[in-house]
């Protein structure tokens, strides 16, 4: 399934839909706070097709895999940009932000999208990974990894 379909129609005011309980597993409060809101900021450009949000969120060498697919940032911001599905709600539940240093951490939840594919409705439900790195310009998403969870 197209990223657009996963996260990208994202990778991203947040979505109508409730956030369900998050936390920070090892994050510092500011880190945590930041990341949860960048997260939630995927779900809102994924309902939006926002590439801007995605080009400035997606680091210059981003790598994304869902299940046996692996797409590079540019592949990602075309297909943003291109998808014909349509997502109409995205919401992301049980987040845990873990923080190895500083500057690296790895964010855990479930990424909850609606839509429309080849005209019929669809929910899936995806276990996601998502590195991030923060330098001098902020927070960049490095990596990330969905697993659609069968039904």
Not at 62 to 80: G, S
């Amino acid at each position: 399934m197209l990223l657009s379909v996963t996260r990208a129609a994202l990778l991203l005011a947040l979505s109508a839909t409730p956030l369900f309980a998050q936390h920070a597993a090892t994050a510092p409060a500011s880190d945590a706070t930041e990341l949860i809101r960048l997260e939630n900021a995927w779900t809102t450009g994924l309902v939006h097709r926002d590439r801007a949000l995605f080009d400035k969120l997606l680091g210059p060498k981003f790598v994304y895999t869902e299940n046996d697919k692996l797409m590079r940032r540019d592949a990602v911001l075309n297909d943003v940009a291109t998808s014909t599905d349509t997502v109409t709600a995205a919401r992301n539940e049980g987040m845990e932000v873990h923080q190895f240093s500083p500057t690296t951490a790895a964010v855990t939840g479930w990424l909850i999208v609606q839509g429309r594919s080849a005209g019929k409705r669809f929910t899936h439900r995806y276990r996601f990974t998502d590195t991030w790195l923060k330098s001098e310009a902020g927070w960049k998403i490095v990596a990330a990894q969905d697993y659609l969870a069968p039904k």
